[in-house]
């Protein structure tokens, strides 16, 4: 395999795949929608994964009418 920046090809598409990880468990999440699940994804990529941690502990932040 060829090397880039130290560091095996396999060993960068796991790399990217883990971190790619959260955005889509968030895309594909029913818990919220519109708006909200906008924030959350914004929150993942610019705050780390921690945010990951807390859409899955807190969402969502507002309880849907019935």
């Known amino acids: 395999?060829?090397?880039?920046?130290g560091m095996g090809v396999g060993a960068m598409l796991i790399a990217l795949?883990?971190?790619?990880?959260p955005i889509v468990l968030i895309l594909r999440s029913d818990k919220t929608?519109?708006?909200?699940k906008?924030?959350?994804l914004l929150a993942v990529l610019f705050v780390s994964?921690?945010?990951w941690i807390?859409?899955?502990?807190?969402?969502p932040l507002e309880k849907k009418a019935s």
Not at 33 to 36: F, I, L, V, Y
Request: no cysteine.
């Open 49 to 51: 994964w921690f945010a």
């Open 54 to 59: 807390f859409y899955a502990l807190l969402a």
């Open 17 to 21: 795949f883990i971190w790619f990880l």
């Open 38 to 40: 906008l924030f959350w």
């Open 1 to 5: 395999m060829q090397m880039i920046l």
């Open 33 to 36: 929608s519109g708006m909200e």
